[in-house]
């Protein structure tokens, strides 16, 4: 019975307000896709950098008779240089940091780089001694590289270390910038949202002053009054999250599915799996949204 | 049942107090016209008695409950035993008399049954029987305050607020919801009419407080509009049958 009544109070005030309910609808559902992708983001940003620092090593480059630079004199690392690298990577001090080492020659890295570079002009002059031989670590905890290129920057025959994560990390500020951009798109729409739904309560509650002056005067309870009321912000926001939910699981499944994924690539994408975590976030975060302004632009017609 | 203690109500911006240190008691099924002059404070102190506005100072006493220690969760629960009639009767436009009347008893959570039993008696007390199914503007101004009686009592409260119900009405009309009103304090409840109406309160012949700027100037037993005699503020002892047993 009361049930009946609220829900047609709700009916009533979305049908009279109908083109502000539409304006709610819309500018949550916006707000909420901003929400979304940057959330997807950052799942990706993620997901690439378990992936590929997984994969990132530590490359420590030995002398070449043509390199001058590091601690090199346009020497080749001597047998004994190396034997002392490997100790240095073997020391109490690095060895619990690394899961594993290999040692790449002169001949190993020209295959490397044949294979690599195949049919571009530079396979042609290159020869296996320009190369330089290499060991290449890799670290139990990537993020612990700087202990490693510190220590061997300055032994011996060393030419150069590098962390590959480095080459890696622009990517990852650019995906980072976006994901920022979108969370402060999505939260400059999501105050206009919070003040539309404010609004439109306010408007609901005034359009129907003398119900809500008569409730009050006959002893219905606050929560009574306030009811229909949140739940016609919630409504309204609900489509929109709903909307925007959708929006969020057709850009997964036809864009990154169906168009980034469908060529062969090494870089591993969101899935659907992630965007169905999204979902629900933006439903119950649109509602309880709504819920809170319409509570909260209600509560001046409840003074008593 | 009503119970001012030394009440005052200063509005803000305002120097001078709507009620100025109010002290008076209204007893069960008591009918008290309140009368006085344009702000004189009625409205102020009806607005209190439902707890609709709080005292600047003093305490306020209705059926039992001390207000100023009444939560505002409470208040609704509070005011579902008063009953409120205004002169512009409140009634809503787009809703008939029947449903009219019967809104009143769903916001505060009555069963269907309750409704359609309550509503139709309440009518025919106030003799709209056969209107049940007319929207407000199809009555005349008589009937619809009848209307906001019927919905102001069909909760059966302790007590009814009336603020000037006959101010729009011609005499034959208020006559006849004096006569209402004055069936209903019969039943048991406490009637407060605050009142322009000379008229009225000369004939009805009952219990009349009169302010002035906000003070009681006059309390007088079954009083006219007017005072010829002087002025009495001292409250006398209650009628003979009601005992200090039924005071609050």
């Known amino acids: ?304 | 049942m009503i119970r001012f203690d030394q009440v005052s109500k200063l509005y803000a911006g305002n120097t001078r107090p709507a009620l100025n240190s109010v002290s008076l008691e209204i007893l069960r099924g008591e009918f008290v016209f309140l009368v006085g002059a344009s702000g004189s404070g009625k409205s102020s102190f009806l607005r209190l008695v439902l707890k609709e506005e709080n005292p600047s100072s003093g305490q306020i006493h209705v059926l039992g409950q001390n207000l100023g220690k009444l939560t505002s969760r409470k208040v609704p629960y509070f005011r579902r035993n008063i009953g409120v009639v205004f002169q512009d009767f409140r009634l809503l436009p787009q809703k008939n008399v029947f449903d009219n009347v019967a809104f009143s008893l769903q916001v505060i959570g009555k069963s269907k049954g309750f409704i359609q039993e309550a509503v139709p008696d309440v009518l025919k007390m106030v003799g709209l029987a056969g209107k049940s199914g007319r929207l407000p503007h199809e009555l005349s101004g008589g009937e619809q305050q009848r209307v906001a009686i019927a919905r102001a009592i069909v909760n059966k409260p302790s007590i009814l607020l009336a603020d000037e119900p006959t101010g729009n009405l011609d005499p034959a009309t208020s006559a006849g919801i004096m006569t209402l009103l004055d069936r209903i304090s019969g039943s048991g409840t406490t009637v407060v009419m605050a009142t322009h109406d000379a008229g009225i309160v000369d004939t009805m012949k009952r219990r009349v407080i009169e302010l002035v700027s906000g003070q009681v100037v006059r309390d007088e037993r079954k009083g006219g509009y007017q005072t010829h005699a002087v002025p009495i503020q001292r409250q006398e002892p209650p009628p003979a049958g009601v005992g200090l047993g039924s005071r609050l």
Not at chain 1, 63 to 88: F, H, L, M
Not at chain 1, 225 to 237: C, H, R
């Open chain 1, 1 to 304: 019975m009361r049930l009946g009544l609220i829900l047609s109070e709700v009916g009533h005030g979305l049908r009279r307000n109908v083109s502000m309910v539409v304006s709610i609808v819309l500018v949550t559902f916006i707000s909420l896709t901003f929400v979304g992708a940057a959330i997807l983001l950052q799942q990706q940003i993620n997901q690439m950098k378990g992936y590929w620092y997984d994969r990132a090593q530590v490359a420590v480059y030995l002398c070449t008779q043509y390199d001058v630079g590091g601690n090199c004199n346009s020497v080749e690392a001597t047998a004994q240089q190396k034997a002392n690298i490997e100790q240095v990577l073997k020391s109490a001090v690095l060895a619990p940091l690394i899961q594993h080492y290999d040692f790449e020659d002169h001949q190993a890295a020209f295959t490397r780089y044949q294979k690599q570079f195949a049919g571009s002009e530079g396979t042609s002059f290159v020869t296996p001694d320009f190369l330089p031989e290499t060991f290449w670590v890799n670290l139990k905890d990537p993020s612990q590289s700087d202990a490693v290129v510190e220590r061997m920057s300055g032994v011996p025959g060393v030419e150069d270390v590098v962390d590959q994560r480095k080459y890696l990390q622009p990517i990852f500020d650019a995906l980072n910038a976006a994901s920022i951009t979108a969370v402060g798109i999505a939260g400059l729409m999501l105050v206009a949202a919070v003040l539309l739904i404010a609004t439109t309560i306010r408007l609901s509650a005034f359009s129907r002053r003398r119900e809500l002056g008569i409730m009050r005067l006959v002893g219905a309870s606050n929560r009574f009054i306030q009811t229909p009321f949140v739940l016609e912000g919630v409504v309204a926001a609900l489509i929109g999250s709903v909307l925007a939910s959708g929006a969020i699981v057709a850009v997964v499944k036809f864009f990154v599915q169906g168009y980034l994924n469908a060529k062969p690539s090494s870089t591993p994408f969101v899935d659907l799996g992630d965007a169905f975590i999204v979902v629900p976030i933006l439903i119950v975060g649109g509602a309880g949204l709504a819920a809170i302004s319409a509570a909260v632009a209600i509560r001046r017609y409840l003074k008593v």
